[in-house]
């Protein structure tokens, strides 16, 4: 069966230092991967795409990895600040549609 | 712009009861989606749609219709509902499918069925 998974455990980390987030996903052949930040209490807000013929894709302090024979996109914060502190979500291209893993908290301390 | 707006923000039904939620985008979106999002659970596709009078089903569409008469409205029906089916909905819209567009959401809409 198809299984996107993400970071099962939530990451605290302390202000100034990278975040590492994991999206493996098993049975799916995604053409390109995206990332979203959701706040608490509000929808999804899109931050990356990455297309599997890329291998990084960065946008200000945020990089993207896309490994297709791991079967494994990775999200990085560097620099991280209190305002990164949200829920991320990986989300997989399924035909003309998404499909998305149920997340991973990251709480950034001052 | 408004971008994707959702009504109702929340309600409370009783089981049996039936309800209509409403999405609108004015960003003139081909493709429309209402996805369910539980705790612990990614979002899940309910239905979507490719465009104005299309319908299709998601990944979880029992208990649940949909209706796209105007290309900027897409509604979720509930026609009888279930505690199984208290959730927060999100509605979200995209250019077009499939080519790696971004999808916008809504700020979601909080069902609680009692």
């Known amino acids: 069966s198809q299984k996107i998974e993400q970071n099962s455990e939530a990451l605290n980390i302390q202000e100034g230092k990278t975040a590492t987030l994991t999206c493996n996903y098993t049975?799916?052949?995604?053409?390109?991967l995206q990332w979203y930040r959701q706040d608490p209490g509000r929808g999804p807000v899109f931050l990356l795409l990455i297309r599997e013929n890329e291998k990084e894709k960065r946008k200000e302090r945020l990089k993207v990895t896309f490994d297709t024979t791991l079967k494994q996109s990775l999200f990085h914060i560097t620099a991280s600040q209190p305002a990164d502190s949200a829920t991320y979500l990986c989300a997989l291209a399924n035909d003309y549609k998404l499909s998305f893993g149920a997340g991973t908290t990251v709480t950034v301390r001052a | 712009n408004a971008g994707v707006t959702q009504t109702p923000k929340f309600r409370v039904l009783k089981t049996g009861q039936s309800m209509t939620l409403l999405c609108a985008q004015d960003m003139n979106h081909e493709y429309m989606y209402w996805y369910r999002q539980d705790p612990g659970m990614g979002l899940r596709l309910i239905h979507y749609?490719?465009?104005?009078?299309?319908?299709a089903k998601g990944e979880v569409p029992d208990g649940y219709n949909v209706s796209r008469l105007k290309k900027q409205n897409f509604l979720l029906g509930l026609e009888s509902a279930a505690p199984s089916q208290t959730s927060v909905y999100f509605c979200a819209s995209e250019t077009s499918g499939g080519a790696g567009e971004t999808q916008y959401f809504g700020p979601g809409t909080r069902l609680l069925v009692l």
């Open positions: 749609s490719v465009g104005e009078g299309t319908t």
């Open positions: 049975n799916y052949s995604p053409a390109y």
